[in-house]
């Protein structure tokens, strides 16, 4: 299996190949810009060897004079001089290369034969002589129609330029360790922010998320949240997925503690009809012939059947909302059912005095009309049961915009100051401030918030001592 390299193993080994890369082109092109010049100037000299290499001849070009000879003077060491007659009678073909201390070394009939083919065109040309080598050689033909080939030697040039290609091989190679150890140290020391950001990320991975109360304080430190920078925006968004992730933690655990206490409190509000039911049970099994007793028995049995349903109802249509459950579609008059609402709370408490305030023309939206007539219903009784005799309580509406605004307003004692916040969590009941007369289990304002909020609308509170206003907004 193939062992994954690291980013700064990549990084280095990515510098390392650019840097080779380069290297090697700028080598090459150096050889070959070398060699050129070399060679050119050897041809030079080839050039100027042929010259002197062709001898004293006929030197006014009339055919009176001697015919031409090799010249073997003023020539260096390794010069090769050919001669290939062309008089009349004579074929005969000659030619040597020269030594050290003027000494001279007879060329073979093949390396002569290589020599005869050499083009008389006063160009240079490379050619490769049997047991002597590699030559640069060039042909001149002489006023009797000879030629004389004369060259020199590239042994020198294919030195130099083997000299050179090893000097560059052997600084390549420094260069390409150079690059490889100075490349681990600077990309570690950029990487090392990254590192940070990782080690941050895995201090939180470690941490227990399963379950309670999460506190995930560590973060990225603020230097690496520079979001200029590649890094700095990791590390920004690292800590805004931080930021996130312990809000939604928190919320999950508020969401627990919530169900928790919203399981104890119903089984707190079913237990105490519970006990009374089982208590006159008892008391009517105990007294069968005592028939006052078993009626009254039989009545708070019924009573609290009756507070047990209740309670049951609002139970499970809190959890039909929550688990999202569409309610019924059609146009509802706020108007007729304000006025309704408010005439059965006359009946119901004809100590307090009922004001409505409703526009000329008629309002209307568009939800669920038994729902609807239940968050009116739960705010009139809230007004009504927790404020005292001869509080005035005003019941209004009004178009705003796409909205229609619903009010309910008392002038009673108000609400506790930390009461305000939990007003519409499940189960919360005001203090002794407002008279609590009802006996009810404090579901009635969440089913306010609840079904306000399964019509896509709001609903939100005022209060203070001398008044009180809830307010329910839906979309028309």
């Known amino acids: 299996m193939r062992t994954p390299r690291t980013l700064t193993a990549r990084l280095v080994v990515t510098a390392v190949a650019l840097v080779a890369a380069v290297s090697l082109l700028i080598a090459a092109i150096t050889t070959l810009a070398i060699r050129s010049s070399l060679l050119d100037r050897l041809d030079d000299d080839v050039r100027a060897s042929v010259q002197i290499g062709q001898g004293p001849g006929d030197p006014d070009g009339d055919g009176d004079g001697p015919p031409p000879r090799l010249d073997r003077r003023n020539q260096g060491p390794g010069t090769l001089i ?11 073909t000659e030619g040597v290369v020269l030594t050290r201390y003027g000494g001279t070394r007879a060329l073979s009939s093949t390396a002569l034969d290589e020599l005869a083919d050499v083009p008389v065109d006063g160009r240079v040309h490379a050619v490769d002589l049997p047991a002597v080598g590699h030559y640069r050689v060039a042909a001149r033909s002489t006023t009797d129609g000879s030629t004389v080939v004369s060259g020199l030697p590239t042994g020198e040039v294919d030195e130099t330029v083997a000299t050179l290609v090893g000097y560059e091989a052997l600084l390549v190679l420094l260069g390409l360790g150079l690059a490889a150890g100075l490349g681990t140290v600077v990309v570690r020391r950029q990487l090392r922010p990254l590192n940070e950001v990782a080690a941050t990320a895995d201090r939180v991975s470690h941490l227990p998320l399963s379950s309670g109360e999460i506190a995930l304080d560590d973060r990225v430190p603020a230097h690496l949240t520079d979001e200029r920078t ?13 930021v996130h992730v312990e809000s939604s933690l928190g919320a999950r655990h508020r969401s627990e503690q919530q169900v928790r206490q919203f399981v104890a409190d119903a089984s707190h509000e079913l237990r105490t009809p519970l006990a009374t039911i089982h208590g006159y049970a008892e008391l009517s099994r105990r007294t069968p012939d005592d028939p006052v007793a078993l009626s009254g028995a039989l009545t708070k049995v019924e009573t609290e059947t009756d507070r047990m349903s209740a309670l049951v109802e609002d139970l499970l249509l809190l959890a039909r909302l929550d688990s999202g459950r569409p309610l019924e579609r059609e146009e509802v008059d706020v108007t007729l ?25 008629p309002v209307t939206v568009t939800g669920d009309v038994d729902r609807l007539h239940q968050v009116v219903r739960n705010l009139l009784g809230n007004a009504r049961a927790h404020t005292p005799p001869g509080t005035t309580v005003t019941v209004g509406a009004a178009v705003a915009g796409d909205r229609v605004r619903v009010a309910v307003h008392d002038d009673g004692p108000g609400l ?19 008279t609590r007369s009802s006996g009810g289990a404090g579901l009635g304002l969440s089913l306010v918030a609840a079904i306000t909020e399964a019509h896509h609308g709001t609903v939100a509170v005022e209060s203070r001592p001398g008044s009180t206003t809830f307010v329910v907004s839906l979309p028309r």
């Open 82 to 92: 050919s001669f290939i007659d062309g008089s009349a009678g004579a074929a005969a």
């Open 230 to 242: 590649e890094v700095g925006r990791v590390g920004a968004a690292l800590n805004s997925l931080l």
């Open 337 to 361: 059912l304000l006025l309704e609402s408010v005439t059965d709370a006359r009946v119901l408490a004809p100590d307090h005095h009922w004001r409505l305030d409703l526009p000329d023309e």
């Open 416 to 434: 506790p100051p930390a009461l305000v916040t939990q007003a519409f969590e499940r189960f919360t009941r005001g203090d002794s401030s407002r």
